[in-house]
């Protein structure tokens, strides 16, 4: 399998996550944000980081850029998308998520590693864990705060789109909410970073049952 | 020479969404011995030259805020 990378200015997980793929044995594939091109990827991965500084409002100004367009076709037509991070608020500033993620409740930057659990294995990035298991996962965000309106919570606990949710809530997050996915599902934004956790040497790899988790089903 | 209008956009977080600097803020005053101080939001201020004002509100909507969370308004200054 072919995943993608995109690499926007100010991404500094795009690295990790190339790592990431090629520990899951796949092959990365980095697609720079002024391309519109996905070079027949078969997934993509939105990575952490501070594109484009963050100005006006993290995501705001890589919603735009050029690799963008086919990305939100390939979403649009079911392909699987990962946003962690900072990707998980681009994917919010382009509408492919629903809700946005403000500045945490406490005003700290918050970098630690917190529980989470798995609240539904129906998505590709959650395939490969069981629902109701718990993983181990580093964060590190500033606006990570996941909001949405009393009436989008709802319809996301209904329609079992919340992916991933704090045991203790380190940010504030309405209803605990690390993680959500699209409508279609395919498409997942995490707070989490699993591919900072894809090797032993890193002191775990449980990040990598989120990642692999793409592979299952997949008829390539 | 195009005619060059001057605009000035507020963007400001939705009624009842937190706003953690604004508290931040106005906790600090009393600090300070400001007293009385009821509450205190804190928005963004965007002033822009435009050649017409035609387009603003779709950069409002688009770019400059977040509908899920902020509101905005704007007006020529001059």
Known sequence: MRVGVTVFPGSNCDRDALYAVERMGEEPVELWHAEADLKGVDAVIVPGGFSYGDYLRPGAIARFAGVMGPLEEFANGGGPVLGVCNGFQVLCEAHLLPGALLQNTHMRFVCDRVRVRVETANTPWTAGCEGGEELTLPVAHNEGNFFADAETLARLEDEDRVVLRYVGNPNGSANDIAGVCSEGRNVVGLMPHPERVSDPALGSDEGLKILRSVLVGATL | ?78
Not at chain 2, 19 to 38: N, S, T
Not at chain 2, 41 to 51: C, D, F, N, Q
Request: proline letters at 6%; one cysteine or more.
């Open chain 2, 1 to 78: 020479m195009p005619e060059t209008l001057k605009v000035r956009v507020l963007v400001r977080p939705k009624e009842g969404i937190l706003d953690p600097q604004g508290e931040a803020v106005r906790g600090a005053l009393p600090a300070l011995g400001f007293g009385g101080v009821k509450t205190v939001h804190i928005g963004r201020l965007i002033e822009m030259e435009v050649e017409s004002a035609a387009e603003v509100d779709a950069m409002c909507r688009r770019l400059l805020s977040n509908p899920t969370i902020e509101e905005y308004e704007w007006e020529v200054v001059s």
